[in-house]
Nanobody
Protein backbone atom coordinates (compact mmCIF):
# COMPACT_ATOMS: atom_id res chain seq x y z
CA UNK A 1 0.00 0.00 0.00
CA UNK A 2 1.18 3.52 -0.82
CA UNK A 3 0.26 6.46 1.36
CA UNK A 4 0.64 10.18 0.60
CA UNK A 5 -0.21 12.72 3.28
CA UNK A 6 -1.13 16.36 2.71
CA UNK A 7 -2.83 19.27 4.40
CA UNK A 8 -0.28 20.25 7.00
CA UNK A 9 0.72 23.82 7.72
CA UNK A 10 1.04 26.56 10.30
CA UNK A 11 -1.97 27.22 12.53
CA UNK A 12 -2.52 29.34 15.63
CA UNK A 13 -3.34 27.68 18.95
CA UNK A 14 -7.05 26.95 19.10
CA UNK A 15 -7.28 26.66 15.34
CA UNK A 16 -8.22 23.76 13.11
CA UNK A 17 -6.58 21.78 10.33
CA UNK A 18 -7.68 18.82 8.22
CA UNK A 19 -5.10 16.32 7.02
CA UNK A 20 -5.62 13.97 4.10
CA UNK A 21 -3.94 10.71 3.16
CA UNK A 22 -4.32 9.30 -0.34
CA UNK A 23 -4.29 5.51 -0.22
CA UNK A 24 -3.39 3.34 -3.18
CA UNK A 25 -2.68 -0.36 -3.45
CA UNK A 26 -3.90 -3.00 -1.05
CA UNK A 27 -3.09 -3.94 2.49
CA UNK A 28 -3.84 -7.09 4.45
CA UNK A 29 -4.79 -4.95 7.43
CA UNK A 30 -8.33 -3.83 8.22
CA UNK A 31 -7.15 -0.59 9.75
CA UNK A 32 -5.69 2.78 8.84
CA UNK A 33 -4.00 4.98 11.40
CA UNK A 34 -2.50 8.37 12.01
CA UNK A 35 0.73 8.64 13.96
CA UNK A 36 2.92 11.67 14.65
CA UNK A 37 6.46 12.51 15.61
CA UNK A 38 7.33 15.69 17.42
CA UNK A 39 10.86 17.11 17.27
CA UNK A 40 13.17 15.01 19.40
CA UNK A 41 10.40 12.61 20.36
CA UNK A 42 9.44 9.07 19.45
CA UNK A 43 6.66 8.17 17.09
CA UNK A 44 3.28 8.51 18.81
CA UNK A 45 0.02 6.82 17.84
CA UNK A 46 -2.83 9.31 17.35
CA UNK A 47 -5.87 7.52 15.95
CA UNK A 48 -7.07 4.40 14.12
CA UNK A 49 -10.11 3.54 12.05
CA UNK A 50 -11.28 0.02 11.28
CA UNK A 51 -12.22 0.12 7.62
CA UNK A 52 -14.66 -2.77 7.98
CA UNK A 53 -16.61 -1.60 11.02
CA UNK A 54 -15.80 2.12 10.88
CA UNK A 55 -14.98 1.92 14.58
CA UNK A 56 -12.57 4.65 15.61
CA UNK A 57 -9.98 4.87 18.34
CA UNK A 58 -8.08 7.85 19.74
CA UNK A 59 -5.16 8.61 21.99
CA UNK A 60 -6.37 10.25 25.19
CA UNK A 61 -4.41 13.41 24.33
CA UNK A 62 -6.52 14.06 21.21
CA UNK A 63 -9.86 12.45 22.05
CA UNK A 64 -12.82 14.82 21.60
CA UNK A 65 -10.68 17.22 19.53
CA UNK A 66 -9.53 15.07 16.60
CA UNK A 67 -11.74 13.06 14.25
CA UNK A 68 -10.53 10.29 11.94
CA UNK A 69 -12.63 9.43 8.91
CA UNK A 70 -12.40 7.74 5.57
CA UNK A 71 -13.93 8.26 2.14
CA UNK A 72 -13.84 4.83 0.53
CA UNK A 73 -14.89 6.15 -2.89
CA UNK A 74 -11.93 8.53 -2.91
CA UNK A 75 -9.53 6.11 -1.20
CA UNK A 76 -8.68 8.89 1.20
CA UNK A 77 -8.15 8.96 4.96
CA UNK A 78 -8.69 12.18 6.91
CA UNK A 79 -7.82 13.63 10.28
CA UNK A 80 -9.83 16.66 11.36
CA UNK A 81 -7.95 18.44 14.12
CA UNK A 82 -9.75 21.06 16.22
CA UNK A 83 -8.73 23.20 19.19
CA UNK A 84 -5.10 22.61 18.33
CA UNK A 85 -2.45 23.09 21.01
CA UNK A 86 1.27 23.84 20.56
CA UNK A 87 2.11 20.29 21.68
CA UNK A 88 0.40 19.03 18.51
CA UNK A 89 3.37 20.33 16.51
CA UNK A 90 4.76 17.29 14.72
CA UNK A 91 5.10 15.49 11.44
CA UNK A 92 1.90 13.52 10.90
CA UNK A 93 1.92 10.23 9.06
CA UNK A 94 -0.72 7.78 7.97
CA UNK A 95 0.06 4.10 8.17
CA UNK A 96 -1.72 0.76 7.78
CA UNK A 97 -1.35 -0.06 11.45
CA UNK A 98 -0.95 1.81 14.74
CA UNK A 99 2.79 1.21 14.96
CA UNK A 100 3.53 3.55 12.06
CA UNK A 101 5.29 0.86 10.07
CA UNK A 102 5.12 1.44 6.30
CA UNK A 103 3.92 4.98 6.86
CA UNK A 104 3.90 7.70 4.22
CA UNK A 105 6.33 10.60 3.91
CA UNK A 106 4.40 12.75 6.37
CA UNK A 107 3.06 16.28 6.51
CA UNK A 108 4.30 18.96 8.91
CA UNK A 109 1.86 20.54 11.35
CA UNK A 110 3.05 23.53 13.33
CA UNK A 111 0.89 25.09 16.04
CA UNK A 112 2.29 28.44 17.06
CA UNK A 113 1.26 32.01 17.67
Amino acid sequence: VQLVESGGGLVHPGGSLKLSCAVSGTSARNTLSWVRQAPGEELEWVSTINIRSNNTYYASSVKDRFTISRDAAKNTLYLQMNRLKPDATAVYYCSPGPSGRNRGQGTQVTVSS
